[in-house]
């Protein structure tokens, strides 16, 4: 008995794949609300900060909410990818400026908690923004601050997986920021 091929009846149709979010396609870019698991090291290996046992970090691309040399790294990751990349203090959180570094008398500072090397202190920059000041050493009535950024003059290690991309909605990107789907008008203060 003879078997014979049989030819398929008209052209065969290619396999349809539908994803289920278009977000598959899109990469990290300026304009989008990107949600990422990250983790920053030291250049002795230890974990400054991480999302890890809390939530992933969700940001709003191009808005300068994550320090220039991470953004500028994460640009064109997809959904999926991960990255390590080095900042250095530059495209990070600035190199020291000694010019931040202030003696204040110790009755200037507030009365409720005794000085010590180490701690920090929350105070008003003279543009009227809030700084984190950082005692640096007390010498009798004399006390050190630092206003710079407690991770100035670091290289910052960076490992990062990125959880999702969005478009931003039309009142994020006037505002610069991400709302919360949840409440997406009083979630916050402007
Ligand atoms: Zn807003």
Known sequence: MHV???????PRKAAQWVPQERSVFMK??????????YT??????????????SDPLVYLHG??????????AITGLAVGESLKVTVSPEEGYGTL???QVMKVDRKQLPRDAEPEVGMQL???GP????????IMAVEGSTVTLDANHPLAGKN?????KIKSIREATADELEHGHVHDPNDPHHGHHH
């Open 4 to 10: 014979r091929a049989r030819r398929p009846r008209g």
């Open 28 to 37: 990290v870019a300026n304009g989008q609300v990107v949600e990422m698991e």
């Open 40 to 53: 920053l090291r030291d250049d002795a290996g230890e974990v400054i900060d991480t999302s890890e046992g």
């Open 63 to 72: 808005e300068s909410q994550i320090v220039p040399g991470l953004e500028k």
């Open 97 to 99: 400026d000694p010019s």
């Open 122 to 124: 929350a105070g008003m």
């Open 127 to 134: 543009d009227g923004h809030p700084i984190l000041l950082t």
């Open 156 to 160: 910052l290690h960076f490992e990062v």
